[in-house]
């Protein structure tokens, strides 16, 4: 049995390191070594199907494995599980489209050759079999595959076609969209629905689906069946001004994902959204001089909903800080407060995502302690801000600062035992293993049943792990 957090290997595989060769036969029974696949680039991803930080991963890499595949992309699940009849269970569920070897079975542990300490563990390997990342998560895994290749980023994966008609869609005209599938699995399909949904959290206006063959299901979400013309899948919906996007799934008669989401701009305020995504480009590559050149215009447009005014204006308050005009963001944020805009908790909302993507940027760190100490200041004690500002820092490295805001957040009692998770990680960066191990258990105590208090859960037993080693 492996052990997965006991490499044998005398140390771990860092970028710039040649993979080492092995031979492994897959679950189907097919031989691969790594010579085998040289002049692809290859993911080797290391993961267990009990672990939720690994099947986390596993919806990104689907939709990079799609765009690139068919330019010399491949991926080698090595599964670490114990159960094998678990695993089985898992991947006839997920139906994964790369090939998995089950490393108990090989006659030499591909963990124990390449050193593994934890799952999800993505290695990316070049066309000469040399390790390029050896945390190729996220963001980093298609930057990394696009670098590799030589291609250029593709936003879509090449065996789907999404089309709009007529091309600048009004409010009731109809929207068509033609699904290619490209593997024989899917194209042999019984039956495809794509399940949509407004910016795929809110259920669809009734004008984009009464009377035609679309229901709405209990999570919400309008689930419409496509018609077979041909290998291709062919469904439609009508438009409606009250919304700006559709987000799309494709799915099987199963339930089972085929292809991740597409998005088509719809009328109403779609152009000003797209000024928006424009200008969030100048955001990350912290052009703050050029971002407010493009913004101000926005936060000034009477025709601009509030969400993204909320978008908008956070971002202002950002460049403002980096730039120290004060004047000019204390304006901002007043204009916030004014409308009700902090007392929301947008703000709030968007440093969380900043702070918890898969792959955070350094540049989002910044941006988001700006912002979130600039909440704080403006709403003192709000346990919500305090719980974001004490993320932040973590991320940062200021363990000390987040313990402290932290504890000030549980001062109220949490709805979900995930802030008591988050506690317990940042104590354990500090070495307070028993301080940590009682946040963790007034945690389990809390309870909370959705992803984000399963992964802040599986986040706070690693940095436990982590510490006792480190003793």
């Known amino acids: 049995m492996v052990h997965v957090f006991s490499p044998s290997a005398e140390a771990v595989l860092k970028s710039g390191d040649p993979a080492p060769e092995f031979e492994a036969v897959s679950l189907n029974g097919d031989s691969f070594t790594l010579t085998g696949l040289r002049g692809k680039v290859v993911l080797l991803y290391f993961w267990a199907s009990w672990s939720n ?48 070897i089950y490393d108990n079975d090989q006659r030499v542990s591909l963990a124990e050759s390449y050193g593994i300490e934890f799952v999800p563990t993505l290695l990316l390997i070049d066309r000469e079999g040399v390790v390029r990342d050896a945390e190729a998560r996220g963001d980093r895994l298609e930057d990394g595959v696009v670098r590799l290749l030589h291609v250029s980023k593709r936003r879509y994966a090449p065996n789907a076609m999404f089309a709009t008609s007529p091309e600048a869609p009004q409010s009731g005209d109809t929207v068509t969209v033609t699904y290619r599938p490209e593997s024989t699995e899917h194209r042999e399909a019984g039956q495809v629905f794509m399940t949509w949904g407004v910016n795929w959290w809110s259920t669809p206006p009734p004008a984009l689906w009464e009377g035609t063959r679309t229901t709405v299901g209990d999570d919400g979400l309008a689930q419409t069946p496509m018609s077979r013309e041909g ?44 000024r928006y995504r424009a200008a969030y480009l100048l955001f990350d590559q912290g052009k703050y001089e050029r971002l407010i050149e493009a913004l101000q215009p926005l936060a000034g447009n009477p025709a601009i909903d509030r969400r993204l005014l909320a978008a908008v204006l956070s971002d202002l308050v950002v460049a403002y800080d980096s730039l120290n005009r004060t004047e000019q963001k204390q304006a901002a944020l007043a204009r916030l407060d004014s409308l009700g805009l902090i007392g929301e908790g947008w703000q709030n909302k968007f440093v969380w995502q900043l702070v918890t993507r898969r792959t955070v940027r350094p540049g989002h760190l910044a941006a988001g302690e700006i912002l979130i100490r600039n909440l704080c200041e403006a709403v003192p004690g709000r346990p919500a801000f305090l719980d974001t500002y004490a993320w932040t820092l973590y991320h940062l490295g200021r363990y000390s600062e987040a313990v402290e805001l932290q504890a000030k957040a549980l001062e109220t009692p949490p709805a979900s035992g995930d802030f008591y998770f988050r506690y317990g990680a940042m104590l354990a960066r500090l070495g307070k293993l028993k301080e940590a191990r009682e946040a963790m258990a007034k945690g389990q105590d809390v309870g909370g049943r959705d992803s984000k208090y399963y992964f802040f859960q599986e986040l706070a037993e690693q940095a436990l792990a982590e510490a006792y080693e480190k003793r």
Do not use: C, M
């Not at 890499?61 to 090595?78: Q, R």
């Not at 291709?232 to 700006?244: I, L, Y």
């Open 231 to 274: 290998e291709a899948w062919v469904g439609s919906f009508r438009t409606d001004e009250a919304v700006s996007s559709i987000d799309i799934r494709f799915r099987d008669n199963y339930g089972r994902e085929l292809d991740r989401y597409f998005e088509v701009a719809l009328p109403g305020d779609a152009q000003l959204r797209n």
């Open 53 to 100: 930080l690994s099947n986390r991963e596993l919806p990104n890499t689907k939709v990079v494995y799609g765009k690139y595949h068919g330019d010399g992309f491949a991926v080698i699940g090595i599964s670490l599980d114990y159960d094998r009849q678990a695993l089985s269970g898992f991947l006839e569920a997920e139906r994964l489209p790369w090939p998995q």
